[in-house]
């Protein structure tokens, strides 16, 4: 709880590292979010691996467009890590649903 004015500041401060957690996403689940969406995307079907790499593209433009203060850091942090999971899940999911159909 914040008891007084310079904590206040403190929290509404600028964060210098602002966009180290949405560019480490970006870079890598940026790829993958979009192969996806040209890989699942091409029928009309709507499946679960769609809703989380639209899901992941939303968490993403979430995570680059929340404020700039100490306060959201959480938050944004919590945002681009949710959208890098939710690039990789969908992934995750095909590899082993190919691993389980080639072995028998």
Do not use: K
Not at 3 to 25: I, S, Y
Not at 38 to 58: A, E, H, I, P, T
Not at 65 to 88: D, E, I, Q
């Amino acid at each position: 709880m914040i008891e007084n004015d310079t904590q206040l500041a403190a929290q509404l401060a600028p964060d210098p590292a602002w966009r180290t957690a949405p560019l480490v996403a970006t870079l890598f689940g940026l790829p993958l979010l979009v192969w996806e969406c040209v890989m699942f995307g091409v029928d009309s079907y709507v499946s679960g691996l769609d809703v989380m790499v639209y899901g992941g593209l939303f968490l993403l433009v979430v995570a680059w467009t929340l404020p700039r203060h100490r306060a959201a850091r959480m938050l944004r942090v919590t945002a681009a890590c949710s959208a890098f999971v939710c690039a990789v899940l969908p992934l995750v999911a095909v590899v082993l649903m190919g691993i389980a159909m080639a072995s028998g």
